[in-house]
């Protein structure tokens, strides 16, 4: 996802999962993010996603910064990557385990 020759910007992507207690990053033609997007809204979980490949259509300046920021701060280079509060909480397994523990909806009512 990232090279090592590029800058990276990992305060963009603080500032975006911080903005929002639910933030998904993700890819057109990735099933596990699709599969992430319906858990959450089965669970009615309002989230806010970006999907990478508008972004480097929109900002092919920034995105290679960006991608990188982002595999700095996850230390993943697969998607989807989820924060929840801010905290980087996995990808699609995890999200599915906080929703079979029941532990979804706790997790994210320590946003408040």
């Known amino acids: 996802m990232g090279t090592i020759e590029s800058k990276v910007d990992v305060d963009k992507i603080t500032r975006e999962v911080n903005a929002h207690p639910v933030f ?3 890819k057109e033609e990735c099933s596990f ?3 992430s997007k319906s858990i959450l809204k089965q669970e009615n979980i309002p989230f806010t996603e970006c999907t990478l490949d508008t972004f480097k259509k929109d900002n092919p300046g920034e995105y290679q910064s960006f991608v990188n920021g982002l595999v700095f701060k996850t230390r993943q280079t697969t998607l989807p990557q989820i924060f929840i ?9 995890e999200l599915e385990k906080l929703k079979n523990t029941k532990s979804l909806l706790d997790v994210i009512s320590e946003c408040s």
């Open 85 to 93: 509060c801010g905290r980087f909480v996995g990808g699609y397994t």
């Open 33 to 35: 993010c699709s599969k």
């Open 24 to 26: 998904i990053f993700t």
